[in-house]
């Protein structure tokens, strides 16, 4: 076991030296080898997981005509959000201009400095809300696998309690190692380990409502969904349900940073779009599959998470390997909501205090049958104060489908439709009160809306459920 300082006996490897400017499009920035396929993982991991076990709950809100109709809206508002913010990756060209390496770059460059405090404000606040929601959701997913086990051996109305708080510090103890992985460049195996999870508990999620439903003989639901005791309640739980649907889609809070793992030739902008078209594609049918014969299964009584409510009790072990899935799953999807504030912080950091050898200097550290390891103290000190913080805040707000409409709320008209729309227009060149700009700009306003109506049932919720 060894553990020297940079420097000592290799050249020296200060943090700084990998942080150009933002003006500076050196490709020594980093080595960018990502494709459409290690594109496609990232989105997938980034996307499938939280939102998807609330989508049954959402259809069941809405009934069989608006519940697939807005799964199928919120996917064509989630490419085109895609395909306008794509080509904002490079400024003032798609293709040949300077690169942005995080969104905010992209934001400051087209927009301003204005903009980019609001945008950075929104997207940091959105991925730290993210990463409060997998918590939850992992822990859920940990105590469902407990309740399995009890209701397995003791019967299904066994009073079998079990004590979250110790699940969420388990997955806090154990993100604060995965924290230290450097930077997307180097996450490659983890999102590709996560998106065969997400496909493989997606898959028994569909498997379990397409069985209950034949068991059944008959397809459960109506046209108005679940009724509700008034119409004040009726419509809370309508606006939660987008929420809800509104957290599980869009990507554009990441979208810009994954665009910055890719290689070139062929164009970022084409891969990423391709990228795009086929990560919606699969995704979409997956919430179809899961929200809607999760509603066909289980109707009225259709639970707020599909695997963890406890509409399935048998066959228990798959229930377990399906909870598994997802706990491995949100392992992986927890870092790539994190890593773009991680790469922020010590970025700007680093340009702050350059001589400052707490937050550039390196470390190595040989472990025996290891690689050598590069540690950084700021990186573990700022990387674990994080994760303590994302934790701790779980604990206090462990309402699942509350906290999960709220966040898509809250973030989706700022950071997946108001900022793409307006780079786009200033990118393209595209001037006001023309037949485009129109269009562009009445898309903005109505997807505003559909965003404020979200939010106000989403506060309802939360409060409601806060106070019970």
Known sequence: MGFWKEGDEAESFPLVANLPKLSDDSEAHTERTGTVWTCIAHIITGVIGVGVLSLAWSTAQLGWIAGPLALLCF???????????????????????????????????????KHTWFCGFLQYLSLFGA????????TTCIRAIHRSNCYHKEGHNAPCSSEDSSFMLLFGIVQIFLSQIPDFHNM?????????????????????????????????????????????????????????????????????????????????????????????????????????FGYAAFGDDTPGNLLTGFGFYEPYWLIDIANACIILHLLGGYQVFCQPIFAFIERWLAKKYPSSSFVNDFYTIQLWFLPPYKINLFRICFRTLYVVSTTTLAIAFPYFNQVLALLGAFNFWPLAIYFPVEMY?????????????????????????????????????LFSERLK
């Open 75 to 113: 996917a064509l508002l989630t490419f085109i959000s895609s395909f306008l913010l794509s080509d904002c990756y490079r400024s003032p060209h798609p293709v040949n201009g300077t690169r942005n390496y995080f969104y905010m770059d992209a934001v400051r460059v087209t927009l301003g400095e």
């Open 131 to 138: 990463s409060i929601a997998f918590a939850i959701t992992t």
């Open 425 to 461: 227009c200033v990118q393209r060149n595209i001037a006001p009160w023309t037949s485009k700009w129109i269009l562009l700009q009445v898309f903005s306003v109505v997807c505003l809306l559909v965003s404020i109506f979200a939010s106000i049932g989403s506060i309802e919720g």
């Open 188 to 292: 490659k195996w983890l999102s590709v380990v996560a998106a065969i999870m997400s496909f493989s508990y997606s898959f028994i999620g569909f498997g379990l409502g397409f069985a209950k439903v034949i068991g059944n003989g008959m397809i459960k639901g109506g046209i108005g969904g679940i009724p509700a005791p008034s119409t004040a309640q009726k419509v809370w739980r309508i606006s939660q349900a987008i929420g809800d649907i509104a957290f599980a889609y869009p990507y554009s809070v990441i979208l810009i940073e994954i665009q910055d793992t890719l290689k070139s030739p062929p164009s970022e902008n084409k891969t990423m779009k391709k990228a795009s078209m086929a990560s919606i594609s699969i995704t979409t049918f997956f919430y179809l599959c899961c929200g809607c």
